[in-house]
């Protein structure tokens, strides 16, 4: 391929990326504009952060922003709607098969999967993951632990590099997931509806809605400049804090404080304290720190521990409260 075809096709793909973001931000709330819900955006922020977190998980009744604030996120962080699995997605469909119209003509030819999808948009969103195939819901966390997506089947034998951040939402009156699944997400949000906010809530939405329409018919719009504004920054403000994460180090007794926690609410396994030290790792770069600190730790217990618990382990989904974070002061030594 010649230079000139080269940057032909560079402005193509560029225009092309450019019309999908425009049309992703028309569609969806700006991130920097949904009001409340501070836990959904610092376990979404901490992993896109820190990536070996392992995804999130959202746990609310209908209506609490769930979908809203991961579009969102999405558009502010890779200017693109996240990749969606649905609920009665195939094996095929989310690791990558053979075109069967290709097939037909005696023609193997690959069809990429929606893991390889999200590897390059970013971001894998699953909604009602409670109610997906646990085989299916096991492929993905291994892939999102390890970054590797191994197919091995039907003729094709690959190892391929895939990252993203894997969000999972769920409404517990239609069924939990087993603990062992969700234990392997990284961190979790017990999503509620913050009555103190709902008329702020409604101001937000009409203020979208009338900038989405003065935008329709090409009138200008500060409401949504300045949104997008605030929405570069924080994208910017993320990738500092991803760059900065390898340099961040834990003080004197941070780790062993992490293991306490962990034993203190009897979660299985190492993945409590894992959680908990990555998140505290990932917060620190997101408040320009160098070292993680015991409170670092106390912001992110909640996230890491809620659904690892023994409660939650025997199956009673119980919510997080003001009696977990007692125990959380007690064992950091800040009460």
Known sequence: MDAVTESSNGRVAATEEGRSARAAQAQVLPYSRIVGQEQIKLALELAFVSPRLGGVLLSGQRGTAKSTAVRGFSVM???????????NATEDRVVGGWRLDELMRARPVEQPGLLEEAGKKGLLYVDEVNLLDDHIVNIILDVTSTGVLVVE????????PVRFTLVGTMNPEEGGLRPQLIDRFGLMVDVKTDEQQRAAVLTTILEFDAATERRRRRQPDAWLAAAREDDRQKKQALLAARRALPNVVPAEGVAATCIALARAFQTPGHRGEFALILGAHALAALQGNAVVTARHVERVAPLALQHRRQANAQGEQAPWGTQDDEIVRRVIGTT
């Open 77 to 87: 962080a890779y200017r693109s709607l996240p990749v969606t699995l649905p609920i």
């Open 153 to 160: 089947r039907e003729g094709r034998d690959q190892v391929k």
